[in-house]
């Protein structure tokens, strides 16, 4: 069945189980509209984004409270309330998020736990906030404007609201934004290396979260009439993050199914539970945890996945009728070397990775920097592309000094790389891993994503990943996941996505590894086009066949110094070179 089919089969189904549904029930599928709301921003923040929070609940009760103390203190309308609600949860999310997201790991996990416990009890003791007794009398929304008053459109505006944000959310998943949100989860280093401040762009998510958190509180606030801490402290936090992981984390519509399971689970097994065990103690929570765990169990990136393989989506074909690439950059001059290192010297404490390297890379050349594992070949790489900053020695591009720029500046002079270890977002299609190298080349953000206002720009830059994926023999599988394709094919797909980026110099780590015979000969072709067509690369690679009748030049490592240097010939029969190949004796 195809996707819009069910979404709207679905949609209608919930609107007419609001209108004919017994009031309890009704009051239930407002509760789950609610909880989706919070949830949802979970699935972008943890399940997509990769950035696990254990404190969205106090941006519910941020906003909860605001308009609390705004309607009753005040006297304010709530609507006039809502504008405040999101100013303060969205600021709060960002000054939070400004210090949080400057931890890693763990660390990260425990500092968003910190900071939902201190709001939890600051709400609890300040008096001016009702303490834990809280505040009630909070008043309804004025639908009685429109409508006379019902529980009912309480429900509608909770879930077209719910919906709205999820229809927004999956509009910018689909975006230039979108596909470098995903590639956070996949190694922040592969996304620096296009060009994406993964900082800033986890602060953007963050506070985007915190709007969507604080827009339920609103809600919540003047649905119940009553706001006290309770509902916005830890155990709600990790019971939303449930409720996205038992969906599916990495599934926007998941947030609704988990949102919805585990709220009618937990009503039911209260009224269900005391009659088995007895009204003392918690047993709902127990049960609802061993639940959860089975179901994970068998299931364990959530019930959305499951559900989704009876539910067609037709992939989305590139832009037709627009065959531009992306612009050529400005082309440095011919006569001086293009990327020079000098000195170039790499520690890892007592361990010399890099000792006193020097070379050049001219223009238009394909340069070969060959040697055994361990010489020093990918650290050389990431001291190019900033990954690593050199101990000593300078690294130029086009004159220019570029060692301790940062590899988001990398990428803009027009420097593009391929990984020794494939990085590639492996549950989405190739398209969309290659279109994230032109992530630069795009300006819209966020909100221009959430409404289609960047449908012109995407087309540009699909279409131009479109081409790139061609270019590289994969057409027929541009649809397919990454993850799914050999290990061949996936360098390939790394090929493109630098390519995407219209770079004037190219660095290829191992490109041609896991490639059949005649994929090497395409590739091989594909590189002399290249070079052609004034871009200048870089080769790591432990194939000699395929380097020696590729490489203009070679420059050979050992132990992390340069061993030699020269023409495909010269090294063939360079003894040094030789010996540390095959080793003494063997030469």
Same mark, same amino acid.
């Given at each position: 069945m195809k996707?819009?089919?069910?979404?709207?089969?679905?949609?209608?189904?919930?609107?007419?189980?609001?209108?004919? #549904?017994?009031?309890?029930?009704?009051?239930?599928?407002?509760?789950?509209?609610?909880?989706?709301?919070?949830?949802?921003?979970?699935?972008?923040?943890?399940?997509?984004? =990769?950035?696990?929070?254990?404190?969205?609940?106090?941006?519910? =009760?941020?906003?909860?409270?605001?308009?609390?103390?705004? &309607?009753?203190?005040?006297?304010?309308?709530?609507?006039?309330?809502?504008?405040?609600?999101?100013?303060?949860?969205?600021?709060?999310?960002?000054?939070?998020? #400004?210090?949080?997201?400057?931890?890693?790991?763990?660390?990260?996990?425990?500092? &968003?736990?910190?900071?939902?416990? +201190?709001?939890?009890?600051?709400?609890?003791?300040? *008096?001016?906030? +009702?303490?834990? &007794?809280?505040?009630?009398?909070?008043?309804?929304?004025?639908?009685d404007l429109l409508y006379e008053y019902s529980g009912r459109w309480y429900a509608v505006?909770?879930?077209?609201?719910?919906?709205? $944000?999820?229809?927004?959310?999956?509009?910018?998943?689909?975006?230039? @934004?979108?596909?470098?949100?995903?590639?956070? @989860?996949?190694?922040?280093?592969?996304?620096?290396?296009?060009?994406?401040? &993964?900082?800033?762009?986890?602060?953007?998510?963050?506070?985007?979260? +915190?709007?969507?958190?604080?827009? #339920?509180?609103?809600?919540?606030?003047?649905?119940?009439?009553?706001?006290?801490?309770?509902?916005?402290?830890?155990?709600?936090?990790?019971?939303?993050?449930?409720?996205?992981?038992?969906?599916? *984390?990495?599934?926007?519509? =998941?947030?609704?199914?988990?949102? +919805?399971?585990?709220?009618?689970?937990?009503?039911?097994?209260?009224? $269900?539970?005391?009659?088995?065990?007895?009204?003392?103690?918690?047993?709902?929570?127990?049960?609802?945890?061993?639940?959860?765990?089975?179901?994970?169990?068998? *299931?364990?990136?959530?019930?959305?996945?499951?559900?989704?393989?009876?539910?067609?989506?037709?992939?989305?074909?590139?832009?037709?009728?627009?065959?531009?690439?992306?612009?050529?950059?400005?082309?440095?001059?011919? #006569?001086?070397?293009?990327?020079?290192?000098?000195?170039?010297?790499r520690k890892f404490g007592g361990l010399v990775a890099v000792n006193q390297l020097s070379f050049s890379l001219k223009n238009g050349e394909i340069l070969g920097l060959i040697g055994p594992n361990g010489a020093g070949k990918s650290t050389t790489f990431n001291l190019v592309t900033n990954v690593l900053a050199p101990t000593s020695g300078e690294v130029r591009y086009a004159g220019q000094r570029i060692d301790g720029t940062g590899m988001r500046n990398i990428a803009r002079l027009g420097i593009a790389r391929t990984f020794q270890h494939v990085q590639l977002v492996s549950d989405r299609s190739v398209l969309e891993n290659v279109a994230l190298g032109a992530y630069l080349h795009g300006k819209r953000g966020l909100t221009s994503a959430a409404l289609r206002l960047d449908q012109n720009e995407e087309a540009g830059l699909l279409a131009a990943a479109a081409a790139q994926v061609r270019r590289v023999g994969l057409a027929d599988k541009m649809h397919e996941a990454a993850g799914s394709l050999a290990l061949g094919q996936q360098r390939l797909i790394e090929v493109a996505r630098a390519l995407v980026t219209g770079p004037t110099l190219l660095l290829l780590d191992e490109p041609a590894a896991g490639l059949r015979h005649l994929e090497k000969q395409q590739l091989a072709q594909l590189l002399k086009d290249l070079r052609e067509d004034g871009v200048s690369i870089l080769l790591v690679e432990h194939d000699m066949d395929f380097v020696m009748n590729l490489v203009d030049r070679l420059v050979v490592m050992n132990f992390g110094e340069k061993l030699a240097s020269g023409e495909p010939r010269q090294i063939r029969n360079n003894p040094s070179v030789i010996e540390a190949y095959l080793g003494g004796e063997a030469a």
């Open positions: 996707r819009q089919t069910v979404f709207l089969c679905l949609a209608a189904l919930l609107f007419a189980a609001i209108a004919l #549904a017994p009031g309890f029930y009704v009051n239930l599928l407002a509760y789950v509209g609610l909880y989706s709301l919070v949830a949802v921003g979970l699935v972008l923040l943890t399940g997509v984004a =990769g950035v696990t929070s254990f404190g969205q609940a106090a941006f519910v =009760g941020i906003a909860a409270y605001t308009t609390a103390v705004m &309607t009753t203190t005040f006297g304010l309308s709530p609507w006039l309330s809502l504008p405040a609600c999101l100013a303060l949860s969205g600021l709060s999310a960002w000054i939070l998020g #400004a210090i949080t997201f400057r931890l890693s790991g763990h660390y990260l996990a425990l500092g &968003t736990m910190a900071w939902g416990l +201190g709001l939890f009890y600051i709400m609890g003791d300040v *008096a001016a906030l +009702g303490g834990h &007794t809280g505040i009630p009398g909070v008043p309804r929304l004025p639908l505006l909770i879930w077209a609201v719910a919906i709205s $944000v999820i229809i927004a959310i999956e509009r910018i998943l689909a975006s230039r @934004k979108g596909r470098a949100i995903r590639a956070l @989860k996949s190694g922040q280093q592969m996304a620096e290396s296009f060009g994406v401040n &993964t900082y800033t762009l986890k602060i953007q998510i963050f506070v985007f979260t +915190g709007l969507v958190a604080g827009l #339920a509180g609103w809600l919540y606030a003047h649905y119940i009439g009553f706001v006290n801490p309770t509902p916005f402290g830890i155990y709600a936090s990790i019971e939303y993050l449930f409720m996205a992981v038992l969906g599916g *984390a990495g599934y926007v519509w =998941g947030a609704v199914l988990g949102a +919805g399971i585990i709220t009618l689970l937990r009503h039911w097994l209260q009224d $269900v539970l005391p009659l088995v065990l007895g009204r003392s103690g918690n047993f709902d929570i127990v049960v609802l945890g061993v639940i959860l765990m089975l179901v994970l169990h068998r *299931a364990r990136n959530g019930i959305a996945p499951v559900l989704a393989r009876y539910v067609r989506s037709t992939p989305k074909e590139p832009p037709q009728g627009i065959t531009r690439l992306m612009p050529r950059r400005s082309q440095p001059d011919p #006569a001086a070397p293009l990327l020079e290192l000098s000195g170039v010297t």
